[in-house]
């Protein structure tokens, strides 16, 4: 079934399998992903894409600088009939969620979503109300460097599991992408290839995927180099270790395995770490680069015997 998933959504997003690999390992762990690119790559066509294919309820926040919280959790208002206060949903009480252009708005409203993203639920007036099932975000933005935008704090980005960039595509697949679109092969003609209810059990199926002491210990491994790296501010956090596993966990399922190997972490290292460090100063002024620091330490770090 997640040879099938992958297939549908390659043939509607061209350019980057790597990319759809990516997403799909966050889908099957309960992660969540931010993608950073320019405009006009194609970010917004894999989140329909995905969505249509797996047959979720879609949701778009397109942020702007006057988006307000309540904007994206909801909002109790009076029922002037029955003088009691209702609540109205917001637009994140969707099982798959379009954050797009998630730095162009402030700050306030970026925090709105830590929450959902944490613990499944919002807290309005004191009350929560509980996400639906499946449920995942998938921001956009563009680079910090474009006019407008609003970097995302330490805490925001913790949230996401991996961060991801799609990149240019080839002259071929740049080809190919034109000529689907003029053809009308488009993400709203898809028919889905698994249901909701099927994709909780896919998850529930990645939760027994087992892990050995000395495959987990590789990935403490990883996680303590971060910390002892001097071209690093800081380590990463224990969140960092956990969705790192999660991660792997999803990686070995999507590869039709019973148990994760030392390979499955080194896979989706640099995925889940890269934005949860930042690099030194004399880093930044030698030309290093996060991915290729962290990369290092993968390298560093004694691969088990499985």
Known sequence: MTDK????VNEY????????????????????????DVPGVGKTTLVKTLAAAVDLDFGRIQFTP???PSDVTGVSMLNMKTGQFEYREGSVMHQIILADEINRTSPKTQSALLEAMAEGHVTVDDKSYDLPRPFMIIATQNPVEFAGTYPLPEAQLDRFMMKLSIGYPTPENEILI??????????D???SVVSS????KMMDEVRDVKI?????????????LTRTEKRFVMGVSSRAMIMMVQAARARAYLYGREFVTPDDVKAVAVNTLHHRVSLSYDARISGESVDQVIYSDVLKAKVPMV
Request: glycine share 10%; hydrophobic share 45%.
């Open 5 to 8: 998933l992958k297939e549908i």
């Open 13 to 36: 997003f061209v350019g980057n399998e790597k990319v759809v690999e990516n997403v799909l390992i966050c889908m099957l762990a309960g992660g969540h992903v931010l993608i950073e």
């Open 66 to 68: 006057d988006t307000l």
């Open 178 to 187: 034109t000529r689907r679109f003029l053809e009308g092969k488009t993400s």
């Open 189 to 191: 003609k898809i028919k």
């Open 197 to 200: 209810s099927q994709l909780l």
């Open 212 to 224: 050995a002491d000395n495959v987990l210990k590789y990935a403490g491994d990883i996680i303590g």
